[in-house]
C-alpha cells in the first residue's frame, strides 16, 4: 500500500528555473494538501484542493501554482524558482471525514541555488 | 505572533524517563489539536487526535488539551530511544483534518 507517493526526492535548480513536483495518493482521499517545512518554522500550508477540480490558497502560496489533475493526483509549480524557495516539500491527503488523519509522503529536499 | 508556539528544544532525555511535550496557540476556533511524529528525512505520521477538551490516552502516549488555557500537551511515559523524534503539534478550526496549523516541532532524543 503506497499511500501518498511524491517525486522527485531530491531536486536542486538554478534561480529562476522552473520545475513541477507530482503527488499522488492511492487512498481515495478527497482532499489533498501541498506543505513546506522550513527550520523552526514547523510545516506551513501553501495550497490545498478540497475536491477534484477545485483547489485554494493556504498560508504561503505566493511563487507556486497547483493542479488538481484528477482525484488522485496534486502537483505544485515553481514558475521562476528562487533561493527563498529552498525547503522541504511534504504532500499530504485526508479523507474528510469527522476524525480522520492526514496521511503524508516522505518529503522533496529543494534547493535553489 | 504565531497562531501555534512550541518549543523547539531540543529535549534530551534518559531512556524510561516521562517526556512532556507542550504547545499553545491564540485562536479560539481551533477544535481539532493533533500530534505527529516525525521521524528524520521521513514525513510526519500522526500520532495523537483529540477533538475539544480532555485527555486521550494511547499505550504509552497520553494527549490533553486545555482549551479554557489555550493550551495542550504530549505525555510519553517510560520513553524508549524509538521515541525519539521531532513531535509536532498541529490545530485545526475544521473537520477538514489534512488543512492543519502546525507548531515549530520539538526534537526528542532518548538516551539509552
Known amino acids: 500500500n503506497a499511500g501518498v507517493t511524491q517525486t522527485p526526492k531530491f531536486q536542486v535548480l538554478k534561480t529562476g528555473q522552473s520545475m513541477t513536483l507530482q503527488c499522488a495518493q492511492d487512498m481515495n482521499h478527497n482532499s489533498m494538501y501541498w506543505y513546506r517545512q522550513d527550520p523552526g518554522m514547523g510545516l506551513r500550508l501553501i495550497y490545498y484542493s478540497a475536491s477534484e477540480g477545485t483547489t485554494d490558497k493556504g498560508e504561503v502560496p505566493n511563487g507556486y501554482n497547483v493542479s488538481r489533475l484528477n482525484k488522485r493526483e496534486f502537483s505544485l509549480r515553481l514558475e521562476s524558482a528562487a533561493p527563498s524557495q529552498t525547503s522541504v516539500y511534504f504532500c499530504?491527503?485526508?479523507?474528510?471525514?469527522?476524525?480522520?488523519?492526514?496521511?503524508f509522503g516522505q518529503g522533496t529536499r529543494l534547493t535553489v541555488v | 505572533q504565531k497562531e501555534v508556539e512550541q518549543d523547539p528544544g531540543p529535549l534530551s532525555v534518559p531512556e524510561g524517563a516521562i517526556v512532556s511535550l507542550n504547545c499553545t496557540y491564540s485562536?479560539?476556533?481551533?477544535?481539532?489539536f493533533m500530534w505527529y511524529r516525525q521521524y528524520s528525512r521521513k514525513g510526519p505520521e500522526l500520532l495523537m487526535y483529540?477533538?475539544?477538551?480532555g485527555n486521550k490516552e494511547d499505550g504509552r502516549f497520553t494527549a490533553q488539551v486545555d482549551k479554557s488555557s489555550k493550551y495542550i500537551s504530549l505525555f510519553i511515559r517510560d520513553s524508549q530511544p524509538s521515541d525519539s523524534a521531532t513531535y509536532l503539534c498541529?490545530?485545526?478550526?475544521?473537520?477538514?483534518?489534512?488543512?492543519?496549523?502546525f507548531g515549530q516541532g520539538t526534537t526528542l532524543q532518548v538516551k539509552p
Open positions: 499530504a491527503s485526508s479523507a474528510d471525514r469527522g476524525d480522520t488523519e492526514a496521511f
Open positions: 498541529a490545530m485545526s478550526s475544521s473537520s477538514n483534518t489534512g488543512k492543519l496549523i
Open positions: 485562536n479560539s476556533a481551533f477544535q481539532y
Open positions: 483529540t477533538y475539544s477538551s
